[in-house]
């Protein structure tokens, strides 16, 4: 199940601190729209994997929503995939912070693994975008090729699903509002380890940086 957070509070929260406001982007356009679904894979899925979220099992589903209402709208769906940097791209303080889980983590997520792979029961078409990123943010310079193949595609709005709320996907949505996307972030589409640390995530990512909503919400405003 998804987590157990009151989103209309916190909406209502960020609202009264500025001026009422609960919607920054009230429409969409599909075309110049993608749905990004951040490392919903093998490693942060499986139970006693190496990077496992619970909670991400149970937002499979309304991330399918949100990539079918996206798909059908005319947007692009592009998966996100953590992979173990190397060459110029190597990571060696992520490796220093992660002490001794550093080693099964860069086997992990090498391309290939087992837990490189995408979660089987995602709806991936031949017509969806897999890109690969060797750092938390899909958009951290030379690691991953995520902001060129926006601005190729003409994408101004990004949708944000997947894991974990207040690592991959929050860096990813903070960076994305510095380059000047206009980003929301589907509440009930995104997992971390516990509701207080997805929950904290939210409030301070729609303070600043993205519209926050929920599943139906989001499909509902795409049909």
Not at 141 to 152: I, N, V
């Amino acid at each position: 199940m998804p987590h157990a957070v009151d989103l209309r509070a916190i909406i209502d929260r960020i609202a009264e601190r500025r001026g009422g406001v609960r919607s920054i982007y009230p429409s969409i356009d599909p075309k110049r729209t993608a749905h990004i679904i951040v490392d919903m894979q093998n490693g942060f899925m499986e139970e006693g994997a190496p990077v496992e979220v619970p909670a991400a099992r149970g937002i499979v589903d309304n991330i399918n929503r949100v990539s079918q209402a996206v798909r059908a709208a005319g947007g692009t769906n592009i998966f996100l995939r953590y992979t173990t940097a190397t060459g110029d791209a190597a990571w060696p303080i992520f490796l220093e912070r992660m002490g001794t889980g550093a080693a099964p983590h860069r086997a992990a997520f090498t391309p290939g693994a087992h837990y490189w792979q995408l979660w089987p029961t995602l709806d991936v078409t031949d017509g969806d975008v897999i890109i690969e990123k060797q750092r938390f943010s899909g958009f951290t310079p030379g690691t991953c090729e995520l902001h060129r193949s926006l601005q190729a595609r003409g994408i101004d709005t990004l949708i944000v699903s997947g894991t974990l709320t207040n690592c991959c996907c929050e860096s990813t949505v903070r960076d994305a509002m510095q380059l000047n996307y206009k980003v929301l972030m589907v509440a009930d589409a995104n997992a971390a380890l516990t509701d207080e640390e997805h929950e904290a995530a939210l409030y301070s990512l729609g303070w600043i940086f993205a519209d926050l909503c929920d599943t139906n919400e989001l499909v509902e405003r795409l049909g």
